[in-house]
């Protein structure tokens, strides 16, 4: 898997992946997602390809005071290969360089799974709430 910056070209390969993931849900509209990161920080928006093909997406960015990632996604029939901790790697790497001192994810508390992969890439979980307001609605097409 080769790791790069999203290109345009990608748009609905990504949101086929986001899809096929369960990452698309109706108060977000992916493509708005993707325009807003395209808006901020888009170097930081990572896919990996494979044989010219998506297979996995992370969206990253860095605040100034964290470092976040959303969209973290490796396709069906390639998990398991240890992709989804490379890319989370890179993410690092970059937040890193960027001079960020911690990173922060949201994992919806009924996924089990996904805390694991997280645990199994040194994540803990932090004793918070998380609190969110929204500011702006989506009405995804997809949703
Ligand atoms: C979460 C996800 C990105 C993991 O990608 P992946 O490439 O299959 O994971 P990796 O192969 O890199 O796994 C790294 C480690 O986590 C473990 N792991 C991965 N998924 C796991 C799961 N569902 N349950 C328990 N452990 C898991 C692996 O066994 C591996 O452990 P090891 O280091 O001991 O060998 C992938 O399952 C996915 O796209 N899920 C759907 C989208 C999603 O929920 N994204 C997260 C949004 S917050």
Redesign the pocket.
């Known amino acids: 898997m080769r790791i790069r910056a999203f290109d345009r070209a990608d748009t609905e390969a990504v949101v086929e992946l986001w899809r096929a993931?369960?990452?698309v849900v109706p108060w977000n509209d992916p493509y708005r997602d993707i325009e807003r990161k395209l808006a901020v920080q888009p170097e930081l928006f990572l896919v990996g390809e494979s044989g010219g093909v998506v297979i996995a997406t992370a969206m990253v960015g860095h605040d100034g005071h964290r470092g976040w990632v959303n969209y973290?996604?490796?396709d069906e029939t390639r998990?398991?290969?240890?992709?989804?901790?490379r890319l989370m790697e890179e993410a690092e790497r970059l937040l890193t360089e960027l001079g960020c001192p911690k990173l922060n994810?949201q994992?919806r508390s009924t996924?089990a799974?996904?805390i694991?992969?997280y645990r199994?890439?040194g994540y803990q979980v932090d004793e918070v709430a998380s609190l969110g307001k929204r500011l702006i609605a989506d009405a995804s097409p997809i949703g």
């Open positions: 993931a369960g990452l973290l996604a490796v998990r398991g290969e240890r992709l989804g901790a994810l994992v996924n799974g996904v694991e992969f199994r890439l």
